[in-house]
């Protein structure tokens, strides 16, 4: 059974820094491309970063480039993200997943706010 587990979410204000942290299975996460996603309400799921397994390849989108930071714990199965000056458009709820994303491993995701 394929399960990631997300946390670290939380409130805070603009400017502000979070650290999510996501578990997986070692047989998924020594294998596939991870990566963090993220959904706001009413919109769709967009890629935020994503780490090989390595990490030697690291891609992140456009819109948190120099602000966050993947990185993955291969002997503890966790992939991180280091989220510095956070803006408010960064609320959402945040995933782990494969990349390409497979649906029946989608969980129930970390939720970010970021208000003043």
């Known amino acids: 059974q394929i399960q990631f587990v997300e946390s670290g979410g939380g409130l805070v204000q603009p400017g502000g820094s979070l650290r999510l942290s996501c578990a997986t299975s070692e047989s998924m996460f020594k294998l596939d491309t991870t990566g963090w996603y993220r959904q706001a309400p009413g919109n769709q799921r967009e890629l935020v970063a994503t780490?090989?397994?390595?990490?030697?390849?690291?891609y992140y989108a456009d819109f948190v480039k120099g602000r966050f930071t993947i990185a993955r714990d291969n002997a503890r199965n966790t992939l991180y993200l280091q989220m510095n000056s956070l803006k408010p458009e960064d609320t959402a709820v945040y995933y782990c997943?494969?990349?390409?994303?497979?649906?029946?491993?989608w969980g129930q995701g970390t939720q970010v706010s970021v208000s003043s």
């Open positions: 780490s090989s397994t390595s990490g030697g390849t690291i």
């Open positions: 997943n494969v990349q390409p994303p497979q649906y029946d491993y």
